[in-house]
Each structure stands twice: as structure tokens, then as C-alpha cells.
């Protein structure tokens, strides 16, 4: 088939199961062309170096069909800085940072270690002696929300409705072109104001009286470079709490999968807990939760492997390809939880890599050693299960599993 | 070669950094022979870079910066004696307490130590001192804490700017003496120096540049004070010498070695040369000690007191000292180091000092937050990036693969209207401090090192 409907077939439903055919294929023809002009990389050195270039922008209205992408938002509203450049994501990217990790707040992470082990305990604990279990509905996906809602300072009963807003959102990023691309962008931008509105009454209330949560600190922060506008301080939160909603949930429940069709790393890491921070970085490279980050176009023609990409094409970076890329990384397409030289692309690389990236590490860890634990024996009970719609944050809908008869 | 390389007695010279992640590396090469490291400090491998950083500050201890080991070693260590001679036929170390090890192959990683004061009455002073070692840092760290009135520091390259910005965040008053025009003008540059000094003087460092120490003062056998070469007088009961390194070759006289005080010059497999420039093949060299050949910068010797040099080029040699001839591997690392000072963290890949021009390319220095690239010749050498150092990689890419100078548009964050301008790289001599990248050449009117025989 020709290499101009790569992202057509990528991104077709059903093809979620084992995208990674036609990864190979993308890796084969080097930078491919798409029939609507957009480009697609799926080489690990070419992510990487457009990963790292300032010439490649990540916010769409730089983009040539910008127009369209963007019908119906209000120009003016804040943007998040994951579609922002430089200088303006770096400094939202700053203060938000200012009270999540180091060099200001170095120990804001790992004070959650304790926390974050309760709320797996309780949820492992919850599973009882069921014979069935569904990883997602009953672990995988509580565990995440309830994490971030906490650290968010959001209060328990919102969070239902803030999990509604922020499906519709991850809807949003469906590419798939059978259905109404327009209405389903329309929905998301409806659920991400929605969640923007929600959270900015919450700052307000938290500037007047501070909870010692994220939402406080950021509501009240006075640094040196001074404090988030109302609107920054919303698209900000709505963006910290949707990305810490939706990637773990498919990082712990690919974990759960990719286990259950490897029996000897399973009992492997249920002999030795000590090899799980490992064996999860190994997840993030051979089932990233983010398999491409589709929004990014050169602010200036620029060369990728031979090939010209022009200023304002769609550029699409696929990170789950350029992770089994075997030049480099040996054997790419096994499963090693103790593969050496690991540097892969599951957080992205370079100014806009993972802000969360920590805690999605620390939260997968603890949650997989911790259900391994409970579990005992185990097995899959649908192989490939039923897949989320997005090809962009890809993971099972759900994961059934049934104990007893596998390997412990 | 007939005999195993895996085997045999393998002595490391030097047991910081270098000579502990060379160890590392030869064991993690199943090198099973004796390896023994000699280290004329007694304490156990330690990292530098918090010496000047976190331990004056408070942060951290002086005796806390032990290096983490990363497998065990199985090796002697012969710490608190140094060595004091090379006998490369015999191939026997020669050691101050009168001992002699045989080896098979050496490493050389003796590094560097602080320039003294040249009047050693007034460097004896009560509250004169340099700063290297742990030892030097805790006796710092003690001066800082009894809250001195004005500490001076002479020499404003990157340790006596780190020092002065320890100073500044702790309140106290400091005055920094530099003979060059601008601090860390001898690493970056005169265009970047003149953002250095704009830098300290708005965080309150009482910056005298082009300006020397012509005496410390004493009295009753402590520092009071300074004469400076423009007249002026300061008062001052601390004063930190920060003039650059002195490399640890002296040693080496009489090896017939290719060693001076510009390094022990080696090939691109960290290979030892003899003073005629005839390569060795069990004598290697690594760290700051080690000035080779790097052909991104014309094949120039270059000598890098960089913390990353000395564990790339450790690795290097180490690997080579267990290897046959085709399985060698060339050290070609891009250069690279970085500063944590007055907030900011300053980083820089390739060789500033090795350029004509340099451009701001992304960033404003107004924000403190920039990319400067540096060109030689119409490429790309070197990127300084200060509080953008994710960037970087983009700027290795260019260098490793001699990217046009300068760069070309489109990068977001450009301000509008930079041109480059000449990066204004002075000669070492005019300045306070050695140079932490010396481009010790091929060129014969460029740092000729004359040989004296000793004795």
C-alpha cells in the first residue's frame, strides 16, 4: 500500500490493537508524505533532532491549515503551554513547575510516595476475592484521578465530572475520519472550557483561602516571575489535571496487558519488586501511553532525512515508532524489563517533555507492584481486549482479567 | 599482542573522577588483573562540582560529596601518598614513601590543583586560601559561616564567580578582581563577559575589572586587606585565590614523556606520547590532565577541565587499555560544562574559545534567559545556553556535523534583529584565571611549551 495513507490506516480504529506493523513500514520510507500534506517521522533520530529543534513550533497556529483546526475557539483565550513556544511556554511552563519539582519544590513527588501506596492498597484491597476483575474500571483508572485530584486540591465528589470533561476532551483527539471530526472537536473545546471555567471558580476560592494543594500554591504563587493571570492559571490546571488523568490510566493498564502476554518477565518481577522501576521504562518504550504528538509544524522549511519539510505542514511525530526503531535499540520489538540503555521517547524529549513525567513513573511503579502483589495468579481474559477510541493516548477500555490458572 | 589484556597489572595514577570511573569501566571490560589507585589525597574519590556550589551555601557538607560507586572494584587503593617519579622502561610508578609499583599499563589522571598565590608570606595569611579540594571547601564554608565583613575573590573565571555568588546569596559582602575586562571572559568570550558583569553588578558583587592584586595585607599574621594595581585599597578577612589550575605534570620530568604544564599530550585513544611524539602503548592518560587531538577543533591539543571530559575520556582510555588495536575507540566527545551561579544555570557545548563571532539566538538577555552560538570561519563551534539548557542537543548536532555559521532562521524564541557580532575571545595572558579549555595547539607561535630537562 502506499505510504500516503500511513496516518489514515494508523489512525483507523481498527488498527488499534498492533499499530506497530505499520510503525515498521512508517520506519521503512524514512519521513512519508501524507496525501493531505501532512508529514509523518517515525525514525528515533529524526524525532529526536526535531524533538530538540526551535524551528519546530508545537503551537497549530502556526500551522497553514491553522484556520480550520481552530473554528469555533476564541482567539484570545489563554493557551496551555504544551501549545505554546518558546518564550511564552517557558515561562507558564516555569511557574507551574516552580511548585511540582526541582529546582524549587525537589521533594514535591516523592512526598506523595506514601499517599499514592495508600490509594493502590485501598483499591487493591477493594478487589476483594473477585474472580473477575477489569484492571481498568477497577484499578488502573481511579487510581491516577484520585492521585492528581489530590495533588490538584480537587474535591472528591467533582471528580466524576471532571472525568466526564476530560474523556470528551481525549475524544477530541480521534482522528479517525468516519466520523464527524468537527462535532467531536466542538464537544471537546465545549468539555475543556467547561473544566477551565470549573477550576478557575476553584482557584478563586483557594486564592482566598489556600488549602496548601497545587491549585493554592499556584493560585498564590509570587515568585520572581511573577503570578499566573486568571485565564493562565485555567488553561494551565485544566491541562495538569487531563494529561495526569489519561496517561497513567493506559500506562498501568498497558503495564497489566504487556505482563499477562509475557509470563516470564511477570514472574520475574514478582521475584524481584527491585527490577519495576526498570521493567516501567521499558513499558514506556515498547507500549507508550502517547504514541505520537500530532500538533507540531516548522516555523521555517526545514530538511528531516533527505526530505523537505515545509514551514506550516501538519508534522506528526511518532514517538511509538521511533521506540522500536532497531537502529536503536536492539531486538526493539521484545519485551526486556531489564533492557540497559533505555533512552526512550515515552515522555517526548527536549523543552516539551513530559512535565509529569515523574509522577506517572513514581504512580506506575507503585500501582504494578502493588497489584502484582494482591493478585496472586492471573490471567488475561480477552487478548487484544477492547481498545479506547483515541490512536493518540492509546489503551484497552477495558482489561478484564481473571484470577487463578496463570502465573503467580 | 601476545599477552592478555584482560590480565596483567594495571596501575591508575590519580583516584578522582577520572581514575575512579576508569576503574569502574576496565572491571565493567572484565578486566580481572590487579588494578591499584594511587592518590596523593587521603580521602576516597569525591565529585568537585558542590565544592564551589551547595557545600558554600550550606547545603551539603564538604565530607558529604563522596562519589557513589557504581560496582564494586576489587581494587588497592593507595590513597594519601603521591607519586613522585615514572621509570617507563622498568615500568615502575615511583611513590613519595619510597615504594615502587610495577605495572603492566598506567593511567595517568593526576588532574589539576589550584594556582597559588605567587608571595607565599602573604599567602600564608589567616584567611587566604584556594579552592580545589574538600579540605579547601570546608575550610570555606567555615570562613563564610563566621559571616567575614568582605570576603575578596581574585579571579573571575567560573570557580571565583560560583564563589561570589555563594557570597552574595548569603549576605555577605564580596568584591571580585579580575584582570581581564570581564568575568568568564576567558570560557565565553568578551560579548557574553559584558552580560557576566552587568550580571554580578545587579546582584551586588563589587566587580574591578581590568584591574590586579598587587598585595594581600596582613596583620598580626591574619588578612585585613588588598592593594589593587589601580591605587585603591579594600578591606577584606577572607580572600579566595581563584587563578586558574596548575596540571599535576611535574612529576613526570624525567619520564621522556610528552608532558609540561600544558598536560601529557596523548593520541585521539588517549595514548601517551614520548617527547618525541612517538605514541606509547601502556601509558594513557585521561581527564584534566590529558590535552589530544580533537578534530572538530582542527586537531588542536586540547586540555577541558570538565567534569563530563573526565568521565567520557576515562571511559575511553579505559577501554582502550583492555582492548587490541581494531577494537580501539577515539575519544571525539563534543565538549561540554556547566555553572549553577546567581540563580542561573549557564551550560555550554563545543569550544566557545574557538571562534570569530558569535550570534544570540534564541532568548533575550534582558530575561536572563538566552542561546548564545558561537562561529568560527563561517561554523558552528560552540552553543552557551543560560536557563535554556533543554536546547542544547539541537546545538551538538550542529557542531558534531560543522553546521553553517550562522544558524539559520526560525526559531521561535529569536529575537528579532540579532546579528553576530565578534565573540571577542582575549588571550589567555591578559586574564586573572587560566582558562578552563586550553587550546594548547599545533600552531608553533600558539602556547609553545619549552622543555626543560630537570636538574
Avoid at chain 2, 552587568?198 to 551586588?204: C, D, E, P, V
Wanted: hydrophobic letters at 40%; charged letters at 25%.
Amino acid at each position: 500500500m502506499s505510504t500516503d495513507t500511513l496516518f489514515r490506516r494508523i489512525t483507523d480504529y481498527a488498527n488499534r490493537p498492533d499499530p506497530y506493523p505499520l510503525y515498521a513500514e512508517l520506519r521503512e520510507h524514512g519521513v512519508a508524505r501524507q496525501e493531505d500534506g501532512a508529514f509523518l517521522v517515525g525514525t528515533y533520530d529524526e524525532i529526536t533532532a526535531l524533538l530538540h529543534d526551535p524551528r519546530v513550533s508545537s503551537d497549530v497556529r502556526n500551522r497553514d491549515d491553522a484556520e480550520e483546526l481552530l473554528a469555533g475557539e476564541d482567539p484570545a483565550a489563554p493557551r496551555s503551554f504544551i501549545a505554546l513556544d518558546d518564550p511564552e511556554h517557558d515561562r507558564l511552563r516555569r511557574l507551574a513547575m516552580r511548585r511540582f519539582g526541582p529546582p524549587h519544590t525537589p521533594g514535591r513527588i516523592d512526598a506523595l510516595r506514601q499517599d499514592i501506596t495508600a490509594i493502590a492498597e485501598d483499591l487493591a484491597r477493594g478487589l476483594g476475592e473477585k474472580q473477575h476483575i477489569d484492571i481498568v474500571d477497577d484499578f488502573a483508572f481511579p487510581l491516577p484521578v484520585a492521585v492528581i485530584c489530590r495533588l490538584l486540591g480537587v474535591p472528591g465528589e467533582d471528580v466524576p465530572q471532571v472525568h466526564e470533561w476530560a474523556d470528551a476532551v481525549v475524544a477530541g483527539l480521534d482522528f479517525s475520519p468516519e466520523e464527524e471530526p468537527a462535532e467531536r472537536r466542538r464537544t471537546a473545546l465545549q468539555a475543556r472550557q467547561a473544566m477551565g471555567v470549573y477550576l478557575g471558580e476553584l482557584a478563586r476560592t483557594r486564592r482566598e483561602r489556600p488549602t496548601g494543594d497545587l491549585l493554592s500554591q499556584l493560585a498564590n504563587e509570587d515568585g520572581p516571575d511573577g503570578r499566573l493571570t486568571d485565564g493562565e492559571l485555567m488553561s494551565t490546571a485544566t491541562l495538569l489535571l487531563i494529561a495526569g488523568h489519561e496517561t497513567t490510566v493506559n500506562l498501568i493498564t498497558n503495564g497489566v496487558l504487556t505482563l499477562g502476554r509475557h509470563p516470564e518477565a511477570l514472574q520475574r518481577l514478582c521475584d524481584d519488586p527491585e527490577l519495576m522501576p526498570r521493567a516501567v521504562e521499558e513499558l514506556l518504550r515498547f507500549e507508550p501511553p502517547v504514541q505520537f504528538l500530532p500538533q507540531r509544524t516548522p516555523l521555517a522549511d526545514i530538511e528531516v532525512a533527505g526530505v523537505t519539510v515545509p514551514k506550516g505542514a501538519p508534522l506528526i511525530l511518532v514517538l511509538a515508532s521511533g521506540n522500536r526503531d532497531p537502529l536503536r535499540f536492539p531486538e526493539p520489538d521484545r519485551f526486556r524489563p531489564d533492557r540497559e540503555d533505555n533512552q526512550h521517547l515515552g515522555f517526548g524529549s527536549g523543552v516539551h517533555s513530559c512535565f509529569g513525567a515523574p509522577l506517572a513513573r513514581l504512580e506506575t511503579q507503585i500501582a504494578l507492584t502493588v497489584l502484582l502483589r494482591r493478585l496472586g495468579s492471573w490471567r488475561l481474559l480477552a487478548d487484544p481486549p477492547e481498545y479506547r477510541r483515541s490512536p493518540v493516548l492509546r489503551g484497552p477500555r477495558h482489561l478484564p482479567v481473571e484470577r487463578g490458572g496463570g502465573v503467580s | 599482542m601476545s599477552f592478555d589484556l584482560k590480565d596483567g597489572r594495571i596501575v591508575i595514577v590519580g583516584a578522582s573522577l577520572a581514575g575512579l570511573r576508569a576503574a569502574e569501566t576496565l572491571r565493567e571490560k572484565g578486566f580481572t588483573g590487579s588494578l591499584t589507585l594511587v592518590g596523593e589525597e587521603p580521602e576516597l574519590p569525591y565529585d568537585r562540582p558542590p565544592l564551589s556550589k551547595a557545600v558554600l551555601l550550606g547545603r551539603a557538607g564538604a565530607e558529604d560529596c563522596g562519589l557513589p560507586g557504581r560496582r564494586s572494584l576489587d581494587a588497592h587503593w593507595r590513597l594519601g601518598v603521591r607519586a613522585t617519579g615514572l621509570d617507563p622502561e622498568a615500568r615502575r610508578l615511583l611513590l613519595a614513601d619510597g615504594e615502587q609499583l610495577p605495572y603492566d599499563r598506567l593511567l595517568i589522571a593526576t588532574g589539576t590543583r589550584a594556582r597559588p598565590w605567587p608571595n607565599p608570606e602573604e599567602a600564608a595569611l589567616d584567611g587566604v586560601l584556594t579552592l580545589r579540594t574538600s579540605q579547601d571547601a570546608a575550610r570555606l564554608a567555615r570562613l563564610l559561616d563566621a559571616r567575614p565583613h568582605r570576603v575578596l575573590v581574585v579571579g573571575a573565571g567560573f570557580t571565583g564567580s560560583e564563589i561570589a555568588s555563594a557570597c552574595r546569596e548569603r549576605g555577605l559582602d564580596v568584591t571580585v578582581v579580575e584582570r581581564g575586562r570581564a568575568p568568564l571572559i576567558g570560557a565565553l568570550g568578551g560579548t557574553v563577559g559584558a552580560w557576566a558583569i552587568r550580571l554580578q553588578r545587579a546582584h551586588g558583587v563589587d566587580l574591578r575589572c581590568g584591574v590586579t592584586v598587587t598585595a594581600l595585607l596582613g596583620r598580626n599574621g591574619r588578612l585585613s586587606g588588598a592593594e589593587l594595581s589601580d591605587g585603591s585599597r579594600i578591606d577584606a578577612e577572607v580572600a579566595v585565590v581563584c587563578l586558574g589550575a596548575v596540571r599535576n605534570t611535574e612529576w613526570l620530568a624525567d619520564s621522556g614523556l610528552a608532558a609540561g604544564p600544558r598536560g601529557v599530550a596523548c593520541d585521539a585513544g588517549c595514548r601517551v606520547f614520548t617527547m618525541y611524539g612517538i605514541v606509547t602503548d601502556d601509558v594513557f592518560v585521561a581527564g584534566d590532565v590529558a590535552r589530544f587531538p580533537h578534530p572538530l577543533f582542527e586537531y588542536q591539543l586540547i586540555a577541558l577541565e570538565h567534569w563530563g571530559n573526565a568521565i567520557a575520556q576515562a571511559e575511553v582510555a579505559a577501554h582502550n587499555m583492555v582492548s587490541p588495536g581494531p577494537r580501539r575507540r577515539p575519544h571525539l566527545a563534543v565538549p561540554s560544562f556547566w555553572s549553577s551561579q546567581f540563580g542561573l544555570n549557564i551550560k555550554s557545548v563545543g569550544v566557545p574559545t574557538f571562534s570569530d563571532q558569535v550570534i544570540l539566538a534564541q532568548g533575550s538577555p534582558g530575561e536572563r534567559r538566552l542561546v548564545a552560538v558561537y562561529g568560527y570561519r563561517g561554523r558552528i563551534t560552540a552553543a552557551v545556553t543560560v536557563d535554556r539548557a533543554k536546547w542544547l542537543e539541537h546545538y551538538r548536532h550542529l557542531i558534531e556535523t560543522a553546521a553553517p555559521f550562522p544558524p539559520g532562521p526560525g526559531a521561535a524564541d529569536h529575537l528579532a534583529g540579532q546579528e553576530p557580532v565578534p565573540s571577542d575571545v582575549p588571550d589567555p595572558r591578559v586574564l586573572s584565571h587560566g582558562p578552563t579549555v586550553a587550546l594548547t595547539g599545533h600552531l608553533p607561535d600558539w602556547r609553545l611549551t619549552l622543555l626543560r630537562p630537570a636538574g
